[in-house]
């Protein structure tokens, strides 16, 4: 019960507002207040003394110190790294180098799993984006000895030039009667052939066994067989092989590092070529760790010259000592490991993809893979690939060991660049995708929409693909990057930095990718195509997309046009010229008549809205101006200011600045020169019809454009509606190659793609595959957006010469479709015959069965082309039937096969 002295409650005066925030639960001093105090003061009746104020205002002031005293930067939280599943303490020790240790397996903390075999994919399914483990699925298609050699063979049998680096090999008992039938042949031949039998999954050199004679080896199950490399490079005298480490960081796509040491592991007998008395003695010939180490002769030794154990750096040092090219093994040291993991991507792609169906394409993978390569050389130091270890051993059982093999992990982690802003970036990333499902707009079908909605949604459907791509360049751009400035003593062999050896590797993968996927995971095929069918960059990202906003603001036609409107070609106008009639027609002049025809080329009749000159063709500012695309009235101004600006300086900084200007104008002089080269080139090809002489294929043409009016319909739906973007792509691909070699041989260049002629050709290529093959349909009339138009907002000034060798290419593509169009209708056995055609006319081509060559495959682009003289006038020579020209010329194969 209150007191009197309280009041009633129902009575009490109103608490005063609590400056303070703090409420009831006011703290008073420990000293200050009795309990007496502390209720009155919990009711609100208590006056409290002047020394209790003051402490108060104490405590009010320290609170709202603390409340204004800047936040205490929080330390830096350290990743966690999982390495229970391993038995090796140096992988333990140079985790604990990046982060701290947990032990567990579901730890969301945890940035890097590591074990020692190989993980299920359940587990890799679970993995959150930001979380890495050190094993690939389907890593077991090149590391069990029998799926090594089972795709391999595959791989011989479509390259057998390519993958040269393999021993013969048979597994048993599939194979047991070709292995038996090739022993026979060699015995027959008095050839002697050791060979050397291994468990389908074995180890550690455990089950080994060489055989002099066929006829001894059993026919056990899981096993396999081999040539036996009898004539190996010997080190003082004894066998070795080497264990080269190579790096996998990513398999979408495929890159590949190779450490630039490793371990040379010797025999412990003395070599000798292996015959019935010596070929038990498997110290001699076997160059397994595992094995040499209980032979009593082993040496360990904590020298790398010495010793039975030695590292790659001293076997480098020997080979230059003794005039070996160390860089030439090296190379095709690199060169086998990329052929070899090239047979795997395909298997580790297809798995990864069904463990991460949700996975960005060109995002930062989940695994990463430390592979242990045996390589032996031989006599010739030819290397040779006897078999790959996924969990290779970390062991330190020597100094050289741990020197090796701890560079390796350490340079393996820094590789990985993991950080603690990954897992903020994966779980956003992860969020957004999760409201993008949730609050997405419903997709609304195409039949309720106009054409103008249907225009958008292509236009924004295109922008969105192009985004996505700039923004996997540009991720694959710092990746790069990162990995430049971090790569310690790894050397990345994939992607290689050459691009003639690029296009090799791509050819070999693509093959790979079709060969082993054959009849399953299109989509997966579909992917693979549009990788290799051709890497944009960055630049040529960006002028696509600025076309998609120029077709969106409708500044420019969009999609395929009706078939009823499509545009006409003039019958005296070259197309070429787009309805300009020159004094000298400069794609037929010579290098002479073209440097002095550039400058006083005319028109010799008023130009209309459709032939207008191209913008690119005018004077552009100077300040728009690149520095090495300036023409040469632009270098003269510049050279001329310069030279004004500098006239009171030294002597010496005016001449240099003279010889500076006269390398530059000599560098564009021999520009041009190549220029007109490149021109004269061009107009020397000529477009081929397969199993037809040039003089042939220059009549098709002639007929194709005097009927031109029968041809358009038929055309048109060809190009526009019957094939797809990959066999359009395939059409102007056939000149594209071709220009490539032509570029190749007259500018003496290996590196083509750096070229600012070639840089111009790929835009004029990208421009006629615009909108659905729009941009080179449009190249046949004289009305319509020209594909020159590309250049108008460019700040590079095309040179006349220039502009004629685009006027070229566009030329070729065009001869080139209506080739393909033609060989496509013959072929089919049911297209317009040009004879019928042009005795018939166009009244009765309605009774005509409209052909339907979108089926039948375009022709290889090597038999496409030709670079002998023109046709004569006037030839119009009997047509003889394709399948009998074809089957004069391919022997060997059907009609229907080619």
């Not at 039938?181 to 080994?208: Q, S």
Request: some cysteine; charged content about 30%; glycine content about 4%.
């Amino acid at each position: 019960m209150p007191s009197a002295t309280d009041g009633p409650i129902a009575h009490r005066p109103p608490r005063p507002p609590d400056p303070d925030g703090l409420g009831d639960s006011l703290v008073l001093p420990k000293s200050g207040a009795s309990s007496v105090e502390q209720l009155a003061g919990a009711t609100g009746t208590y006056s409290k003394p002047s020394s209790a104020i003051s402490l108060d205002k104490e405590v009010e002031d320290k609170l709202r110190a603390l409340s204004q005293r800047k936040k205490v930067k929080r330390k830096k939280s350290q990743i966690l790294l999982n390495v229970t599943l391993t038995k090796y303490s140096v992988v333990r020790l140079v985790a604990e180098q990046f982060g701290a240790l947990t032990g567990k397996d579901d730890d969301p903390n945890c940035f890097l799993f590591w074990s020692d075999s190989a993980v299920p994919v359940e587990k890799i399914a679970e993995l959150k984006s930001y979380q890495k483990i050190n094993h690939f699925p389907a890593m077991g298609e090149i590391c069990r000895k029998d799926a090594l050699a089972r795709n391999m063979a595959r791989m011989i049998r479509a390259h057998p030039d390519a993958y040269s680096f393999v021993p013969k090999t048979w597994i048993f008992p599939s194979e047991y009667s070709i292995f038996q039938n090739y022993a026979r042949d060699i015995k027959r031949k008095r050839k002697h052939r050791t060979f050397i039998v291994k468990p389908a999954n074995g180890a550690m050199g455990h089950g080994i066994t060489l055989y002099r004679s066929h006829e001894k080896i059993p026919l056990n199950e899981h096993m396999i067989v081999q040539e036996y490399v009898d004539k190996p490079f010997l080190l003082d005298g004894y066998k070795f092989d080497l264990r080269v480490y190579v790096l996998m960081t990513s398999c979408d796509p495929l890159r590949l590092f190779l450490y630039h040491d490793g371990l040379v592991r010797m025999g412990t007998e003395r070599y000798v070529m292996p015959n019935d008395n010596n070929v038990d003695q498997l110290f001699m010939h076997l160059t397994n760790y595992s094995i040499n180490k209980k032979n009593d002769n082993f040496e360990r030794s904590e020298d790398v010259s010495t010793g039975h154990k030695r590292s790659i750096k001293y076997l480098n040092d020997y080979l230059r000592k003794n005039d070996h090219d160390v860089n030439s093994v090296w190379n095709r040291i690199a060169d086998l490991l990329v052929k070899t993991l090239i047979v795997a991507e395909p298997h580790i792609f297809h798995a990864y993809r069904m463990c991460r169906p949700g996975q960005i394409p060109g995002s930062d993978g989940v695994c990463f893979e430390i592979l242990g390569f045996d390589i032996l050389l031989d006599r010739k130091l030819r290397p040779w690939l006897i078999e790959i270890n996924r969990a290779p051993s970390f062991g330190t059982d020597e100094k050289i060991d741990f020197d090796i093999k701890s560079g390796l992990i350490h340079d393996s982690f820094k590789l990985l660049n993991m950080k603690q802003s990954d897992k903020r970036r994966g779980l956003a990333a992860q969020k957004a995708e999760s409201q993008r499902r949730l609050f997405g707009q419903a997709k609304r079908s195409d039949t309720d929409l106009t054409d103008l909605d249907k225009k958008r949604k292509s236009i924004e459907k295109r922008k969105q693909e192009l985004k996505e791509k700039l923004a996997q360049v540009r991720r694959e751009n710092a990746r790069e990057d990162y990995e430049n400035r971090n790569i310690g003593n790894f050397r990345r062999i994939y992607p290689p930095p050459d691009k003639f050896t690029a296009e090799k590797y791509d050819t070999l993968m693509s093959d790979a990718f079709h060969l082993f996927l054959s009849g399953r995971a299109s989509t997966l095929k579909r992917d693979i195509s549009k990788i290799f069918g051709g890497n944009l960059k960055e630049d040529e990202i960006l002028d696509q997309l600025q076309q998609c906003d120029l077709e969106g603001r409708g500044k420019s036609a969009k999609g395929p046009r009706p078939l009823a409107s499509m545009p006409s070609v003039v019958a005296d106008e070259d197309p070429e010229t787009d309805g300009m009639t020159y004094d000298i027609h400069e794609d037929d002049a010579t290098p002479s008549e073209l440097n002095s025809s550039t400058s006083s080329t005319r028109v010799s009749r008023p130009l209309g809205r459709a032939t207008q000159p191209s913008p690119m063709l005018k004077q552009r500012p100077q300040s728009a101006q690149r520095p090495m695309s300036r023409p040469m009235s632009a270098a003269k101004n510049a050279y001329t200011t310069h030279r004004s600006r500098s006239l009171t300086r030294p002597a010496s900084s005016a001449m240099q600045n003279e010889e500076e200007a006269k390398a530059h104008a000599a560098a564009r002089e021999r520009e041009d020169e190549l220029t007109r080269r490149t021109l004269c080139a061009l107009n020397e090809m000529r477009i081929k019809f397969p199993g037809k002489t040039d003089e042939e294929a220059g009549w098709i043409l002639d007929q194709i454009n005097d009927n031109w009016k029968y041809h358009k319909p038929r055309i048109a739906s060809y190009w526009l509606v019957k094939l797809d973007s990959i066999k359009r792509r395939k059409v102007i691909d056939i000149v594209r190659s071709n220009v490539r070699a032509v570029l190749q041989r007259t500018w003496r260049s290996s590196d083509v793609d750096s070229l600012r002629l070639y840089r111009i050709f790929n835009r004029v290529f990208n421009r006629l595959l615009w909108s659905h093959g729009q941009g080179l349909w449009n190249c046949f009339s004289t009305s319509g957006n020209s594909w020159e138009t590309i250049f108008s907002k460019s700040s590079d000034v095309i040179t006349p010469p220039e502009m004629s060798c685009c006027r070229r290419i566009v030329k070729l593509c065009r001869d080139c479709l209506l080739i393909v169009y033609q060989f496509a209708a013959e072929a089919k056995g049911q297209g317009a015959s040009l004879s019928a055609s042009i005795g018939e006319g166009v009244t009765h081509s309605n009774t005509r069965t409209t052909p339907n060559p979108s089926k039948t495959p375009i022709p290889h682009r090597s038999t496409l082309f030709s670079r002998t003289g023109t046709m004569s006038p006037g030839m119009a020579p009997p047509m003889t039937p394709l399948s009998q020209r074809m089957s004069r010329i391919y022997k060997s194969r059907s009609f229907d096969e080619l």
